[in-house]
Nanobody, 117 residues
């Protein structure tokens, strides 16, 4: 099993920055990919960014060039550096991991990001 805990959300003004963290515990050696998703009220959950075990990185179109995903050397934490934040970035941000031979998935409980003046 893999457990995920997010932190770092909060209220920020438009144009500001935030850094989210996700800590993984459990069978972390078996993680294939970790991602950030977000969901705003009344909208579908969307991919924000992801990083694979091999270091491959992907971004959602709406955050390309503004957000940066990274991880620590132990590969048990991922980060999301969010710059030039916009009101439309307001959402609950979730950490996701896919692990094991069968692609089992785990989700964190989410951290709220609100961009407002």
């Amino acid at each position: 099993q893999v457990q995920l805990v997010e932190s770092g959300g909060g209220l920020v003004q438009p144009g500001g920055s935030l850094r989210l963290s996700c800590v993984a515990s459990g069978t972390i050696y078996n993680i294939n990919v970790m991602r950030w998703y977000r969901q705003a009220p009344g909208k579908q959950r969307e991919l924000v960014a992801g990083i694979s075990s091999g270091g491959g990185i992907e971004y959602g179109d709406s955050v390309q060039g503004r957000f940066t995903i990274s991880r620590n050397s132990a590969r048990d934490r991922i980060y999301l550096e969010m710059n030039s934040l916009k009101p439309e970035d307001t959402a609950n941000y979730y950490c996701y991991a896919e692990w094991g031979s069968w692609g089992t998935t785990s989700w964190g409980q989410g951290t709220q990001v609100t961009v407002s003046s």
